[in-house]
């Protein structure tokens, strides 16, 4: 069956298809729809882990029990799985399991800009890469052929165009998978040194026979032109390249980008005058022609940059073509509009309560990041998933006692279960004087609103187990742990000053349900009473886009206000 399929949906598809019986992920935007759509079908079990590091993991329980697995992340979600990746190279597999991440160029909804490409080169570990919605579907059950084929995981990396664009797939009927059978092998699975080290040898010659495979499977392929140039490319710059200069050059499209094929390329380069490699993010295709002594010019990143996501317009400019400059409103200015916290969002007045206390903030990964965006400005740092209170941590024991009473760190409930109890297990047991904020909203809400393990419901929503974050905090040695609601602003103002001024670690939970929950009913909008306002301009700043300023009067859009309340604590006059 013919339809237009998301990059993602497609790739659950090719799970679906080729086999694959259990699924463990982490959400993170470019890759988090391939799970929850994989969950649409029956014979595929999926879940969202705590972090990546823990759905790596137990992917490769079930391939070890005979049950082709696969796990999910962003390409930072990467590193955080890199510790068992690296050495999952060495054990290899029982049953298929595939890898897949998804690399996010123009930082779209992430933190830096990074090329997984580098993890797999690294780990010795293939790497396949599709470049379209069907070739999502195709590779995807192609990676669990592979990795059963050559004892090994299977990385297989999307990006923020392919994942979230449409394209025609062509739909394929499910396999007959037959269950690999567990046998017992020490050395092959017990990675202790002497095991390792035997083990080393078989990564190499593993690598040897991917690159020979590569060459001629079909998985890279050739088109040619009546030119003499050539180019080498893959993902969605193939897409961009096709589109420009459609089929006046010859193109080695990658499907594997690791190994690289080095006969294909040399072949692909005979007789060719130039080759150009069009590659998002770093030139390692390039540094690896380069490598190969073609006797051909040679370019990539003199022509390409290398940073931020390609586009048909930078392709066509590079290749001196006409750049369409698309559809412009002549004289109309349209109005800047930064990403800011929702109308009603709980974080809201935990962040003002912090601003106003003009304290340094130690930041995490969430939606509440936007807390550090005017006219809150409530964050001086955010550095990785967990990283706030480890950070504080070591802030605290630095700056002395005198300076660690006026510094705090926040991180969203989900991001606390993903590597934030760590981060208060070291200061509890440190002794440091830090005073940290979990803002609970029940839910993993920057990603689309995915369970956790706080939120008592599993990936289908589902009643499941709950880690009770009060007894967790309290077991883990924190004796001072308080809950207040963020809708009070007075109630977080004091909550942290008298925690603040203790002589040991404490816990604030901020707890109040994300707005956008269908659970959580909003109430009536509030209205402004124009002849009480005064034009102080109080209201604006707390940042709320249900807020503005008309005619000198502050004004209330109807369609976005929850009724929340937060503004009306910060109105002397009584005008809302």
């Not at 080695?252 to 060719?272: R, T």
Request: proline share 5%; with cysteine.
């Amino acid at each position: 069956m013919k339809q237009l399929m998301l990059g993602n949906a497609a790739a659950a598809r090719g799970l679906f298809e080729g086999g694959c019986e259990f699924v463990s992920s982490y959400p993170g935007t470019p890759s988090t729809e391939i799970t929850e759509e994989a969950a649409k079908f029956k014979e595929i079990y999926c879940e969202w882990a705590p972090n990546e590091k823990v759905a790596l993991e137990s992917a490769f329980g079930a391939c070890l029990a005979g049950r082709r697995a696969f796990c999910g992340m962003k390409h930072v979600g990467l590193n955080v799985a890199a510790d068992p990746l690296y050495t999952m190279s060495y054990t290899g597999v029982n049953a298929g399991l595939v890898i897949g991440v998804a690399d996010d160029p123009g930082m779209h909804s992430s933190q830096n800009e990074q090329d997984s490409r580098h993890h797999a080169i690294a780990s010795k570990i293939p790497m396949i890469e599709p470049s379209d919605s069907d070739e999502a579907r195709e590779f995807a059950k192609l990676a669990f052929e592979i990795s059963e084929k050559f004892d090994t995981p299977v990385l297989y990396k999307m990006c923020t165009r392919v994942a979230h664009s449409q394209s025609v797939t062509e739909s394929c009927q499910r396999g007959e998978i037959t269950h690999k059978e567990y046998k017992k092998d020490i050395t092959k699975y017990v990675m202790a040194p002497a095991n390792a080290i035997r083990r080393h040898p078989f990564v190499e010659e593993r690598m040897k026979k991917l690159a020979e495979w590569s060459e001629t499977s079909g998985i890279n392929r050739v088109e040619k032109a009546d030119s003499k140039t050539g180019i080498i490319t893959s993902s969605t710059a193939y897409q961009y390249v096709k589109e420009v200069l459609g089929d006046s050059v010859n193109i080695l499209k990658l499907g594997m980008v690791n190994p690289l094929p080095e006969n294909m390329i040399k072949k692909f380069a005979d007789g060719l005058e130039k080759i150009i490699v069009v590659e998002e993010l770093d030139p390692i295709v390039e540094s690896f022609v380069r490598g190969l002594g073609l006797t051909c010019e040679i370019h990539g990143k003199d022509m390409f940059p290398i940073c931020g996501e390609f586009s048909q317009n930078i392709v066509a400019a590079a290749f001196g073509k006409e750049v369409h400059s698309g559809k412009k409103l002549d004289g109309v200015q349209i109005p800047v509009r930064p990403p800011i916290m929702c109308a009603g969002c709980p974080h809201r007045g935990m962040f003002y309560a912090l601003n106003k206390l003009k304290v340094t903030v130690f930041g995490d990964i969430g939606c509440y990041t936007l807390g550090s965006v005017a006219p809150l400005s409530a964050m001086d740092v955010t550095l990785c998933m967990g990283a706030s209170f480890s950070g504080l941590h070591g802030w605290n024991k630095s700056v002395g006692a005198e300076n660690e009473k006026k510094s705090v760190a926040v991180i969203g409930d989900s991001t606390f279960m993903h590597s934030g109890m760590t981060g208060l297990a070291t200061i509890a047991y440190n002794q440091s004087n830090s005073t940290v904020i979990v803002l609970d909203n029940s839910i993993t809400g920057m990603t689309g609103h995915q369970q956790n393990p706080t939120t008592g419901k599993n990936l289908y929503g589902d009643p499941a187990g709950r880690v009770d974050l009060e007894a967790l905090a309290r077991a883990m040695g924190i004796n001072r742990v308080r809950v207040v609601d963020p809708y009070n602003i007075a109630e977080c103002e004091a909550a942290v000053k008298e925690e603040l001024a203790v002589e040991e670690p404490s816990l604030i939970i901020s707890r109040r349900p994300c707005v956008l929950l269908k659970e959580v009913k909003a109430k009536p909008a509030l209205v402004v009473d124009e002849a009480k306002c005064k034009s102080c301009k109080m209201c604006m700043k707390i940042g709320c886009p249900a807020i503005s300023m008309k005619g000198g009067k502050a004004k209330i859009d109807p369609t976005l206000c929850v009724g929340c309340g937060v503004c009306v604590q910060m109105c002397k006059f009584g005008a809302l």
